[in-house]
T-cell receptor, first 111, second 116 residues
Framework: DAKTTQPTSMDCAEGRAANLPCNHS???????VYWYRQIHSQGPQYIIH???NNETNEMASLIITEDRKSSTLILPHATLRDTAVYYC????????????FGTGTSLTVIP | GAVVSQHPSRVICKSGTSVKIECRSL??????MFWYRQFPKKSLMLMAT?????????EQGVEKDKFLINHASLTLSTLTVTSAHPEDSSFYIC????????????FGSGTQLSVL
């Protein structure tokens, strides 16, 4: 049970910000939100994760709503190489706790 | 970030043979590794959790006698697909958890298995 809902696909113009939403309305207090992406025929790549505060790193920003029922991954300046499937995952941190992938959002960056 | 190496990247085998896929954490110790499979245009499906020095934990519906997992050291886990059949053809991906407090999961590059 992936516990997350994402749009199936999205397009974004190159150089513009890509905003990928994720709904996790049943998230528990001890579950973190993770984002991974998978470029065709490769293993998934870690992007970012957070609990309740907004997070930013060199790849992206993660905005989590105050009630934690949804979040948005922001790629500030999308490039063609950002075309991938983006997965939003909720998970309890701890040894052995699994990562279950949902269906993800297929993002296409358009020149 | 941490590196997970997976080999082979592609394998073609005859039906009835067994295939072994290796997953190594190159610069960190992984007490827990995870194995996934992925069909074309589908999401990753967790098959099993591999624990160093103990038996793997399989997800519901995954045949443990079909997919043998060994995690004999802190840097190596192997998945053996026994008596492979065409329906086992899939993309298999391993991952290892970074236990250094960063709680990230790092993935191998995957193995494309084709059973003829």
């Amino acid at each position: 049970d992936a516990k997350t809902t994402q749009p199936t696909s999205m397009d974004c113009a190159e150089g513009r910000a890509a905003n990928l939403p994720c709904n996790h309305s049943t998230i528990s207090g001890n579950e973190y939100v993770y984002w991974y992406r998978q470029i065709h025929s490769q293993g998934p790549q870690y992007i970012i994760h957070g609990l309740k505060n907004n997070e930013t790193n060199e790849m992206a920003s993660l905005i989590i709503t105050e009630d934690r029922k949804s979040s948005t991954l922001i790629l500030p300046h999308a490039t063609l190489r950002d075309t991938a499937v983006y997965y939003c995952i909720v998970r309890v941190i701890g040894t052995g706790n699994q990562f279950y992938f949902g269906t993800g959002t297929s993002l296409t960056v358009i020149p | 970030g941490a590196v997970v190496s997976q080999h082979p990247s592609r394998v073609i085998c005859k039906s009835g043979t067994s295939v072994k896929i290796e997953c190594r954490s190159l610069d960190f110790q992984a007490t827990t590794m995870f194995w996934y499979r992925q069909f074309p245009k589908k999401s990753l499906m967790l098959m099993a959790t591999s624990n160093e020095g103990s038996k793997a934990t399989y997800e519901q519906g995954v045949e443990k006698d079909k997919f043998l997992i060994n995690h004999a050291s802190l840097t190596l886990s192997t998945l053996t697909v026994t008596s492979a059949h065409p329906e086992d053809s899939s993309f298999y991906i391993c991952s290892a958890r970074d236990g250094q407090g960063r709680e990230k999961l790092f993935f191998g590059s995957g193995t494309q298995l084709s059973v003829l």
